[in-house]
Nanobody
Framework: QVQLVESGGGLVQPGGSLRLSCAASGITFSEYHISWYRQAPGNQREFVAAITNGGNTNYANSVNGRFTISRDNAKNTGYLQINSLKPEDTAVYSC????????????WGQGTQVTVSS
């Protein structure tokens, strides 16, 4: 059974930082591209950042320079370091794993809430 479990969300003041984790099980983690998405209330889910199985990264313009995506294949875990948080970063952050070849092997976690407020 495939599971992606996010953690690390919480309430943080503007300008603060958080490190989100996405722990995977049931997959060969090193064969998957990992992405982070977020969804704020009333909004559609939007892309935040991605890292390929080979370590190449890509970011949404709105977070470029503030967010850093990484992975530790030995721990089957992906990370999203989020700095200089703004109230508009408030959302549920979810991770996605998609196989590097077989795109139908596509899995989502349940999400973790990030709230930025003073």
């Amino acid at each position: 059974q495939v599971q992606l479990v996010e953690s690390g969300g919480g309430l943080v003041q503007p300008g603060g930082s958080l490190r989100l984790s996405c722990a995977a099980s049931g997959i060969t983690f090193s064969e998957y591209h990992i992405s982070w998405y977020r969804q704020a209330p009333g909004n559609q889910r939007e892309f935040v950042a991605a890292i390929t199985n080979g370590g190449n990264t890509n970011y949404a313009n709105s977070v470029n320079g503030r967010f850093t995506i990484s992975r530790d294949n030995a721990k089957n875990t992906g990370y999203l370091q989020i700095n200089s948080l703004k109230p508009e970063d408030t959302a549920v952050y979810s991770c996605n794993a998609i196989h590097r070849i077989y795109s139908r092997m596509n899995y989502w976690g349940q999400g973790t809430q990030v709230t930025v407020s003073s």
